[in-house]
T-cell receptor, first 114, second 114 residues
Framework: EAQVTQNPRYLITVTGKKLTVTCSQN?????MSWYRQDPGLGLRQIYY???????DKGDVPEGYKVSRKEKRNFPLILESPSPNQTSLYFC?????????????FGPGTRLTVT | GDSVTQMEGPVTLSEEAFLTINCTYT??????LFWYVQYPGEGLQLLLK?????DKGSNKGFEATYRKETTSFHLEKGSVQVSDSAVYFC?????????????FGQGTILTVHP
């Protein structure tokens, strides 16, 4: 089954404690990205990756890091989380190219930073 | 920059009622337009899309027509079911240098009562 998986699904942490949210896809997609979803704002792109070792900032990258060492995995790293990073996070993947291809989303990770 | 505006929610309907969720966009060039649906506790799924002016996307009884003259992509369904209760997101894909990025509206919560 084609899918994007994320772990953990729920996470409560404290300010400043480093965390990583994992994302993995089994569709051999080159393009992967991270979005955060906040009430009234929809989804906003944090970072994206066009292929292994190729990453770039999206619209709201501050406070986040990513890496792409393998094609299937694209972890999101919060080195020093703050309460304004409390949000619902989605990983997504799609095939390469500039066309209007469908994006496949993971189930989401709900993060609370106290 | 590109932007998408959806009608304010939440929307509450009775089963078999007619549904319209308004979506307008601002973009340079000729974007592709999408509707994604998010069921409770799940990630986003593609509902339908249209890639050029006057195209009609349709799926599961939902329809939306790409109207360039009014920069709109309103979602409609003739007879909603309880199972349609979800959050609906309008999104655009500008292509080109924005590559795979989707620009989302704020989302509209739909609740359908029996």
């Amino acid at each position: 089954e084609a899918q994007v998986t994320q772990n953990p699904r729920y996470l409560i942490t404290v300010t400043g404690k480093k965390l990583t949210v994992t994302c993995s896809q089994n569709m051999n997609h080159e393009y992967m990205s991270w979005y955060r979803q906040d009430p009234g704002l929809g989804l906003r792109q944090i970072y994206y990756s066009m292929n292994v070792e190729v990453t770039d900032k999206g619209d709201v990258p501050e406070g986040y890091k990513v890496s792409r060492k393998e094609k299937r995995n694209f972890p999101l790293i919060l080195e020093s989380p703050s309460p304004n990073q409390t949000s619902l996070y989605f990983c997504a993947s799609r095939r390469s190219g500039t066309g209007p291809y469908e994006q496949y989303f993971g189930p989401g990770t709900r993060l609370t930073v106290t | 920059g590109d932007s998408v505006t959806q009608m304010e929610g939440p929307v509450t309907l009775s089963e078999e009622a007619f549904l319209t969720i308004n979506c307008t966009y601002t973009a340079t060039g000729y974007p592709s337009l999408f509707w994604y649906v998010q069921y409770p506790g799940e990630g986003l799924q593609l509902l339908l899309k249209a890639t050029k002016a006057d195209d009609k996307g349709s799926n599961k009884g939902f329809e939306a027509t790409y109207r360039k003259e009014t920069t709109s992509f309103h979602l409609e369904k003739g007879s909603v079911q309880v199972s349609d209760s979800a959050v609906y997101f309008c999104a655009l894909h500008a292509g080109g240098t924005s590559y795979g990025k989707l620009t989302f509206g704020q989302g509209t919560i739909l609740t359908v009562h029996p």
